[in-house]
C-alpha cells in the first residue's frame, strides 16, 4: 500500500516562505518513484482541488499555476523518493491544505486534475496571515 506523507507545513506571516516535503513508499512491485509524475494540489476551505504545481518523472519540465509562477518551486529527488515546494513571498491567498500526489508517468502530464492521480497524502496546512 502506498504511503504518501506530507510535512512542512505551518502558520506563517504573509511575505514569509515554508518548504513542504513529500515521502513515498510502498509502491507496487516493480513500480519506482520516477515512474510518476509529481504534483501539488491545495483546497481551501469551501474551494475545489486545485493543482498547485507539477513536474515530469525526470525534473525536467513543470508546471506552475499563475498565481504561483515566480514565488513556488518544485522538486524531486528520485533518490530518495521525495518530492518538494519552496514556497516563497507567501499570501493570505495561498492558505490551504496542500496535498502530495502521483499519477502514472505514461498518461499524466505536469499539468493535470485531481482525478489524474494515482496515489494521495493526507496533506499538511498552510496558513498565512496578514
Known amino acids: 500500500q502506498v504511503q504518501v506523507v506530507e510535512s512542512g507545513g505551518g502558520l506563517v506571516q504573509a511575505g514569509g516562505s515554508l518548504r513542504l516535503s513529500c515521502t513515498v513508499s510502498g509502491l507496487s512491485p516493480g513500480l519506482a518513484f520516477d515512474d510518476y509524475t509529481m504534483a501539488w494540489f491545495r483546497q481551501a476551505p469551501g474551494k475545489q482541488r486545485e493543482e498547485v504545481s507539477g513536474?515530469?518523472?525526470?525534473?525536467?519540465?513543470?508546471y506552475y499555476r499563475d498565481d504561483v509562477k515566480g514565488r513556488f518551486t518544485i522538486s524531486r529527488d528520485n533518490v530518495k523518493s521525495m518530492l518538494y515546494l519552496q514556497m516563497n513571498d507567501l499570501r493570505p491567498e495561498d492558505t490551504a491544505t496542500y496535498y502530495c500526489a502521483g499519477g502514472r508517468r505514461e498518461r499524466t502530464g505536469e499539468r493535470a486534475g485531481p482525478r489524474a492521480m494515482d496515489y494521495w497524502g493526507k496533506g499538511t496546512l498552510v496558513t498565512v496571515f496578514s
Open positions: 513536474i515530469n518523472w525526470r525534473g525536467t519540465s513543470t
